[in-house]
């Protein structure tokens, strides 16, 4: 990994518990995110900068090995294609993925009388990746 401008892929694979933690934790921030079936996966939906990469922080954000600071994202429509772990270089092709059976169901309700109402979870969701080498408490 080395800083400049790299392209933004979505995998094709997000687990329930990975989806749950996130709608949660962007909560605490004042972020909606929409519905599983509604992300875009196994496509390049954007771009950044890294600017440097890093091995600690006491971002909530941290976890894993290293970490990248970012700057200037910009998005854009999709572009399916396949992906890899890491780096890699891509090359467009392929569809889409199609939302899996449990995204299409997420948050079903009974007939829309509750749709409009934020997400709201009884437990904490737990976190299903990376603790990171620096944290705040309750992270």
């Known amino acids: ?11 094709i694979g997000m687990k329930r518990d990975e989806y749950d ?8 921030d004042g972020v909606a995110v929409p519905r599983p079936d509604h992300l875009p996966r196994r496509a390049i939906i954007g771009s950044v900068t890294v600017e440097k990469i890093i091995t600690a922080s006491d971002s909530p954000w941290f976890g894993g090995e290293a970490g990248l600071l970012l700057r200037d994202p910009l998005p ?16 467009p092709g392929g569809t889409l993925a199609e939302p899996l059976p449990w995204m299409t169901a997420w948050g079903a309700s009974d007939g829309g009388m509750f749709d409009t109402l934020p997400v709201q979870f009884r437990d904490r969701p737990t976190k299903p990746f990376g603790t990171g080498k620096s944290r705040p408490k309750g992270e």
């Open 21 to 28: 933690y996130l709608v949660w934790r962007w909560a605490r």
């Open 1 to 11: 990994m080395k800083p400049g401008r790299i392209a933004i892929h979505a995998a």
């Open 76 to 91: 854009c429509e999709p572009i399916p294609c396949s992906g890899a772990l890491g780096y890699f270089a891509w090359t």
